[in-house]
């Protein structure tokens, strides 16, 4: 089973994730639009994207597991394939961390061309050859190729103020996010069966740490356990059991009348927007603090925003109007991969276009075809066969 609605919510939240991304590119970017900056108690629009996707991700989980198991696929085969998805999502953001920080001439091959092999070294991996129109005999070749690419890419890393540090783990970066929150909640999903209560009471334990983690008894992991520190401080893996127990209420209620299902979504949306609203003069609101009232607000706006997008996607039937953003939706890695690809090409040769084109409202206008635009190609690579999938 397939919802229209998670497809079409997740191409939404990559398209505006393109856009923001692109904000760098920009000047004269109104405030609200922009992400808080670090110690500020704000909630800019940027800063919610990300949350969602989070959020999309438990959407998806029950669906794509259950599909699995429908198909008789095992246990131990499922969990294969979580661990190598989430340890995938993890090399993948290691490596585009580390880029954020490397020291371009410290670097025998400096920061953009690392960075565009990098992205070529990704593809090469990660692209589902076994639907492409590539001979099998060159399947290997060109993942072994890519690995070697990467392995190149670590050895000849400078990062740092002096280029004096080599590669090593940082904030994961998004998709290494990802793939914390993605791993627990697969796992807790599968192992416990479809549980709902289990589920909802994983998502309490997360909200707890949550708090905790503003606080004088938040988890300090040392030694190897300090690579966990994105589960034990517990914000970024409860967006998405949000997304997951929202999916298995409405698996489990499906059946009955949808205004029952929309029901309980819309109180826990509301709910948790009030207590996010509550909790705010504690800690503040902040993305990069990782606060409470961040996590509450943006959950919220998740169930909320599911609510609506299903009712117009999957009762009412009306889909056309994402057609063109669909891609976004159905072959997401592949689109948030392309950008890795025209920034370096583009500072490398030196193209830009003329700064009035990247001002103001123009701007913004500009960097929301840009989105639509990788989006577009996007759906052309996956038409002739290439996509990413993990």
């Known amino acids: 089973m397939r919802l229209a609605s998670i497809d079409i919510l997740r191409a939404i939240t990559m398209v505006l994730m393109i856009w923001v991304n692109d904000f760098w590119t920009l000047t004269e970017v109104p405030k609200w639009l922009e992400h808080a900056s670090h110690g500020e108690d704000y909630l800019g629009f940027s800063d919610i994207i990300f949350p969602l996707f989070l959020f999309i991700v438990g959407l998806s989980i029950p669906f794509a597991i259950d599909n699995r198991l429908a198909k008789k696929e095992g246990t131990a085969s499922i969990v294969k394939h979580i661990l190598i998805r989430s340890l995938s999502l993890l090399i993948i953001g290691f490596f585009m961390v580390n880029y954020e920080t490397a020291h371009s001439g410290s670097m025998l091959i400096g920061k953009y061309f690392w960075c565009l092999l990098m992205a070529l070294a990704v593809v090469l991996i990660w692209i589902n050859w076994k639907k492409s129109p590539v001979p099998q005999k060159w399947y290997i070749v060109l993942q072994v190729s890519g690995a070697m690419i990467l392995v190149f890419l670590a050895v000849v890393y400078r990062g740092g103020e002096a280029g004096q540090n080599g590669m090593a783990p940082q904030w994961w970066g998004i998709l290494g996010l990802i793939g914390w929150a993605y791993v627990l909640n697969a796992l807790a999903y599968l192992f416990s069966r479809g549980n709902l209560f289990f589920i909802a009471f994983l998502w309490l334990v997360l909200n707890l740490l949550s708090v905790m983690d503003q606080t004088e008894m938040a988890m300090d992991p040392h030694g190897f356990l300090r690579y966990f520190s994105t589960i034990f401080s517990g914000t970024i893996p409860a967006f998405t059991t949000a997304g997951l127990l929202a999916s298995m ?55 909320l925003l599911y609510v609506l997008i299903h009712y117009i996607a999957d009762v009412k039937k009306h889909t056309g109007w994402a057609k063109i953003i669909a891609p976004a939706g159905t072959a997401t890695l592949t689109c948030y991969m392309v950008p890795y690809f025209i920034y370096p090409i583009s500072t490398l040769m030196g193209i830009r276009l003329p700064e009035f084109w990247n001002m103001g409202i123009l701007g913004l206008f500009t960097s929301l075809v840009f989105s639509l635009s990788v989006v577009v190609f996007t759906g052309w690579l996956q038409r002739r066969g290439y996509s990413l999938k993990l």
């Open 249 to 303: 209420i409405y698996k489990r209620m499906r059946g009955s009348k949808m205004d029952r299902v929309y029901g309980i979504l819309i109180v826990l949306g509301v709910l948790n927007i009030v207590y996010g609203l509550a909790v705010k003069p504690l800690w503040g609101i902040s993305k990069l603090q990782g606060t409470p009232s961040w996590l509450a607000i943006c959950t919220g706006m998740g169930f």
